[in-house]
């Protein structure tokens, strides 16, 4: 491994596959969009254990948390046609601006590809479902009309696995994720940077249950958020 890099840290290893801690800001294998960009996990994880390997699915660059990767092309296969059928289940962890409705579902249909415009692209099905953890009150005026900015934490359940999903079901809500570069609001993200400390599209991967592609039994791989969850105000904070 290139001296200057961190070792993945591992969340699970056997004979088929691996779950690492994948960190924001790295990029899950090269792509033409991040061209510039030569670390990533899949070159690093395979400098880290000399072996090669097959992501299962896909993080975006910014989101940390529970990565799956398999070992051989079959269990990759096998991992993929798991998350296409829909049986991997997956719980996220997300900062979102304002405060949503407890819980709640959305099933609006999102565009198949998220880089083009919405219209003209086959409409796909789409479900996410959501339940508030905390809200808070930062002390930052980020409208004309409020004195402070409202924001919650929000465990969220995608029932299916459209790219971005996450991210633009929360933007039509009106409850854009924090940090989102892309579909969130610029101002309140470099506001919330600078009281923070932290730059960071905050969106986390806590949870993966799926079955194991040898056993069938069900495998649960868990990531606690990194450090710089914990700069945020705690359930005890004046909201």
């Known amino acids: 491994m290139h001296p200057h890099l961190e ?7 056997d004979t088929h596959l691996v779950a ?5 800001g790295l990029l899950v294998h090269r792509t033409m969009l991040d061209a510039h960009e030569t670390d990533d996990v899949v070159t690093r994880l395979q400098a880290q254990l000399g072996v090669p390997v097959w992501p299962a699915h896909r ?23 798991s998350f296409a059928q ?8 997300a900062w979102v601006r304002g405060w949503p409705a407890d819980t709640g579902e ?20 789409a479900c996410t479902r959501w339940q508030v953890i905390d809200r808070q ?9 409020h004195a402070g900015t409202r924001v919650a934490l929000v465990q969220i359940e995608p029932l ?3 790219r971005h999903q996450i991210r633009r079901h929360f933007k039509a809500l009106a409850h854009p994720l924090i940090g989102d570069a892309t579909h969130g609001k610029g101002p309140l993200n ?6 923070l400390g932290v730059a960071r599209l905050w969106l986390h991967a806590q949870q993966l249950v799926i079955p194991h592609p040898a056993t069938g039994q069900p495998l649960t791989l868990q990531a606690q958020p990194g450090a710089e969850w914990a700069l945020w105000p705690g359930p005890d904070a004046a909201a």
């Open 160 to 162: 299916t696995g459209r």
């Open 20 to 24: 690492v801690f994948k960190p924001a």
């Open 86 to 93: 829909g049986a991997a289940r997956k719980q996220y962890l």
């Open 190 to 195: 470099r506001a919330i940077a600078q009281h």
């Open 7 to 13: 070792p993945l840290a591992l969340l699970h290893r």
């Open 59 to 81: 993080l975006d660059k910014g989101t940390s948390g529970v990565l799956l990767l398999a070992l051989d092309a079959a269990t990759a296969a096998h991992l993929g046609a």
């Open 137 to 145: 009150t930062l002390p930052l005026q980020t409208h004309a009309d």
């Open 106 to 125: 959305t099933q609006r249909p999102l565009a198949r590809d998220p880089e083009l415009p919405s219209q003209g692209q086959p409409q796909l099905e």
